[in-house]
């Protein structure tokens, strides 16, 4: 029997039916869900499946994974406040279901990948925006993805790896624009850099494997393929005004001209981050005094997490939903330290290393 595959699949169902168990007592909200709402219906209406619309207009706001999901959903179900959340609930399922596969992959550890399951399924940030009508949370799978696969891509020389974080990558684009790769792109781009820093003394290390790796050509192809059409056929329908709607207004203008000044602090999400992670936050400050920056997966975390941080700190738009990628290792770095509080205090036999 294939208890790894009944695993995903529990912890898939358990989400989805506790996080959807009241959705149909939750209203639509403006403005945001209701603009994801309208335009998924505003689409049907006009049965556009390229081009996102609203009031019956192009809408060059985001691409069109989210409005997919929410149409496909329509179209089976009917339209209603319930099901206009079935995608996101689906999404958050997913997402815990693979947070359990990806770090069984690292680890090979049942207990710690079901454990880093649980954790995020009970994270404060996580459950509400796994409860919205927003682009976040198809984001957060597609980068956890990324996380993942990149981890061990280079911890394993492994470019089969590399290649499923390119097509996580291509989807992540397609779900909230040309963000989805440079923001991780970036990341790896440092990692590479810092992992020169850290090994470039050892015997086995190679700066070019790890240089190869990141630029794999099949990767590209890949992300190209999946990514590409989209921005193609918007481009050949609409010309300019995409390019100055969608990567001009709702990209650069964005991160440049904040829509919500007020929020526009530096210290905004050195407040949001702690918050988010509850009521785990005091276990990851704990754990992180124990961070070994000579260690693969701790040298990823950290550079994951602060460049998230950072970047977003430095966009001059902030929404509180933005850093939510940040948590992934914060809730790696949780399931460690408890582990090792339940090996003080019961079998010893919890494995933590994800080495």
């Known amino acids: 029997m294939n208890y790894h595959a009944l695993r995903i699949g529990a912890l898939f169902l358990l989400t989805v039916l506790s996080y959807g168990f009241y959705n149909a007592y ?75 596969h990806i770090v069984y992959r690292m680890s090979k550890n049942v207990s710690i990948s079901v454990l880093c399951a649980i954790l995020l399924m009970s994270t404060l940030q996580f459950w509400y925006i796994s409860h919205a009508v927003i682009t976040d949370g198809f984001l957060f799978l597609f980068t956890l993805a990324i996380f993942g ?70 990767g590209l192809l890949a992300f190209i393929c999946i990514a590409g059409p989209w921005y193609i056929a918007m481009y050949s329908i609409h010309g300019e005004q995409f390019i100055s709607g969608f990567l001009g207004l ?38 992180l005094k124990s961070i070994n920056w000579k260690d693969d997966f701790d040298l990823f975390g950290i550079i994951w997490f ?14 509180i939903t933005y850093t939510l990628p940040a948590i992934i290792p914060c809730i790696l770095w949780a399931a460690v330290k408890i582990g090792e509080l339940i090996t003080d205090k019961e079998t010893g036999e919890f494995t933590t290393s994800l080495k």
Not at 181 to 190: A, D, K, Y
Not at 306 to 319: D, E, Q
């Open 149 to 218: 696969y990149s981890y061990l891509a280079f911890h394993n020389n492994d470019k089969a790896s590399i290649i499923k974080a390119y097509i996580a990558a291509a989807l992540a684009v397609i779900t909230k624009g040309p963000v989805g790769i440079l923001l991780p792109g970036l990341i790896l781009v440092i990692y590479v850099c810092a992992r020169y820093v850290v090994h470039r003394n050892d015997e086995n290390y190679e700066l070019s494997k790890d240089v190869k790796l990141l630029f794999n050509p099949l």
């Open 306 to 319: 602060v460049v998230i941080v950072l970047f977003y700190s430095l966009v001059a738009t902030k929404y």
């Open 250 to 287: 709702h990209n650069v203008d964005r991160a440049l001209v904040s829509e919500h000044p007020k929020f526009n602090v530096w210290y905004y999400y050195l407040l949001i981050v702690p918050l988010s992670l509850l009521p785990w936050t005091p276990v990851i400050c704990y754990q």
């Open 26 to 100: 939750l209203p639509i909200t403006d403005p945001v869900e209701s603009n994801y709402v309208l335009s998924a219906i505003t689409m049907l209406k006009h049965n556009s499946w390229i081009s996102p619309m609203i009031y019956d207009q192009v809408w060059y706001d985001k691409p069109p994974l989210t409005y997919w999901a929410l149409m496909i959903t329509y179209k089976l179900f009917g339209i209603s406040d319930f099901t206009s959340r079935i995608p996101n609930t689906l999404v958050a399922g997913a997402s815990v279901a693979f947070m359990y």
